[in-house]
């Protein structure tokens, strides 16, 4: 445990060296939410509501799809397809540490930061900037659970995109669609509710939904007892079978690389 | 001049051996484009479905909007983005040094030597949607507004160039550039509504600041005839003075170039 504890520690000196990066990050989400915000207030004009939605609920859902975005969607698949692809993947697979373990370990600290970042930025918006409803505590804490499942579905979607190179000497294209249709159908544009009935059918038989949309949906109180005890069991249900499908896929994966660049 | 001419022909033709050599990303990056297009006209048409008058436009005027950003956007990225863009890998690896050493503008060189023929093709769909919004207001179509169009979409281009030679400079002081190419990116994306949207001092700042109204909003207003002749003046002035100060920048900049690899 003492090694993966080190790895977090170097991690974090990383991210702190990078600072402009990553305050030009928050500034482009704080830039999303003022995007969003007034595209749905100038929609709401007339006062009418829609699907289901508020004006208020839905600044909150994209105030809190921003925060979601910047602590979910950590992507790695490009560092670990150019680990296979340049070889570095022979280095780091003799050292005592599991390479999954290792993304894994990197990624959280990315994720704890932003989380204690976002949540200080979203208090400071709803102050001085926009006035939305803060989510209430029970809704946080049911947050949370669906948070941890969106971020094993989303490290294991992320991780065997970036495996396919085990496969694919290149793999940009084929990355780049199932991130750009994976992102769309997460519900980060919009709420999926508000989508056609039969393209909301088919997105909620993938795990897309449960990566943005539910937890976003729990966090702003957009739920009944139903959806949610569905929600929260799709949410585990495709978490087990996105962990299986992913070891698999990398230990298979593993016995066809073979270490060029060496 | 006809050197030029023959070098841009010369990297275009690089392009498409690219193009004709990754088959498979040149069909998946096509179609993952076809489909974040397709998502956000459902978007755009969500939105006129709660609020039929967006802003004093309406659903054709909002598609003639998305298209004029898109046919800015694709034309910016299939000719002078992504070598601007990948400044800073060369900057980094040291290979900058060799473009200082041609015959030509570093410039010139950096802005053109990798255009993505794929975004080029990725207009069809965006002309099949102007030749619909064109349909729309058939009538007040008139040779001069059509003339007025062409003339600002061009004029948007300058500004995009002026904006991305300016970011692409601040890569000769920082190597953070990533979070910065990525909030220009977002930033254009605001593009995709109209100005108006917007309340003061967003509306003034993303008119004449970061010019995205100059850039998008102005030609399709133009088209409808709703642009006064003042405005056409400020915007062709506002693009003329952009890119006089991206052009010294670049130059200042470039003085400040101390190679990686010596």
């Known amino acids: ?262 | 001049m006809k050197l030029y001419y023959r070098l841009l022909v010369q990297f275009m033709g690089k392009g498409f051996m690219f193009v004709a050599v990754h088959p498979l990303d040149f069909w998946m990056y096509l179609v993952g484009k076809i489909i974040r297009m397709a998502f956000f006209f459902v978007f755009i048409f969500s939105i006129f479905r709660v609020a039929p008058e967006f802003a004093g436009y309406n659903f054709a005027t909002g598609i003639l909007i998305f298209v004029t950003y898109n046919f800015i956007d694709i034309l910016s990225q299939t000719f002078f983005f992504r070598g601007l863009y990948h400044l800073q890998e060369l900057v980094r690896r040291g290979t900058f040094d060799r473009a200082l050493t041609y015959p030509i503008s570093p410039l010139f060189y950096t802005a053109f030597r990798m255009p993505d023929p794929m975004d080029f093709i990725s207009l069809v769909p965006v002309l099949m949607l102007l030749g619909w919004a064109l349909t729309q207001f058939a009538q007040l179509l008139t040779p001069l507004a059509i003339l007025l169009y062409i003339l600002l979409v061009a004029n948007g281009l300058l500004i995009a160039f002026a904006l991305c030679t300016f970011l692409a400079s601040l890569t000769f002081f920082t190597q953070e550039m990533e979070g910065v190419w990525w909030f220009y990116r977002y930033a254009v994306q605001v593009g995709r509504y109209p100005v108006e949207i917007f309340r003061s001092p967003f509306q003034f700042i993303l008119t004449w600041v970061i010019p995205l109204g100059v850039m998008i909003t102005f030609p399709s207003r133009a088209l409808l005839g709703i642009l006064s002749w003042q405005f056409v003046g400020g915007a062709l002035v506002l693009s003329a003075l952009l890119f006089y100060v991206a052009l010294s920048f670049w130059r200042f900049a470039l003085r400040r170039y101390s190679s990686a690899s010596s």
Not at chain 1, 94 to 119: K, N
Not at chain 1, 134 to 162: E, R
Not at chain 1, 230 to 259: E, H, K, N, P, Y
Request: aromatic share 16%; charged share 10%; hydrophobic share 55%.
């Open chain 1, 1 to 262: 445990m003492r090694k993966y504890w080190f790895i977090f520690k170097m991690e974090l000196t990383q991210l702190m060296e990078l600072r402009l990066d990553f305050w030009v990050k928050w500034l482009t989400s704080l830039l999303i939410v003022i995007m969003n915000y007034f595209v749905w207030t100038t929609a709401f004009a007339s006062g009418k509501s829609f699907g289901g939605y508020a004006l208020e609920s839905i600044v909150a859902y994209f105030i809190t799809t921003s925060f979601l975005y910047n602590v979910i969607l950590i992507h790695r698949q490009e560092l670990i397809s150019r680990d296979i692809v340049e070889g570095g993947l022979s280095t780091l697979l003799v050292r005592p540490l599991s390479y999954p373990l290792q993304i894994f370990c990197r990624a959280m600290v990315s994720r704890i930061v932003y989380t204690a970042i976002g949540a200080v930025l979203i208090y400071i918006v709803s102050l001085f900037i926009i006035q939305f409803p803060m989510p209430a505590p029970q809704n946080i804490a049911l947050g949370i659970l669906a948070i941890l499942f969106a971020t094993i579905l989303y490290t294991c979607f992320d991780f065997s995109l970036g495996i396919l190179s085990f496969w694919l000497a290149r793999s940009n294209g084929p990355r780049w669609i199932f991130s750009t249709i994976g992102m769309l159908a997460s519900g980060i544009m919009f709420p999926i509710d508000l989508l056609p009935s039969w393209l909301e059918k088919i997105l909620f038989a993938t795990p897309f939904p449960y990566i943005i949309y539910f937890p976003a949906s729990v966090v702003v109180g957009h739920f009944d007892s139903t959806s949610l005890t569905q929600g929260m069991l799709a949410g585990f249900f495709w978490s087990v079978v996105l962990i299986i499908l992913t070891a698999t896929a990398w230990r298979r994966g593993i016995r066809t690389f073979d270490g060029s660049g060496i």
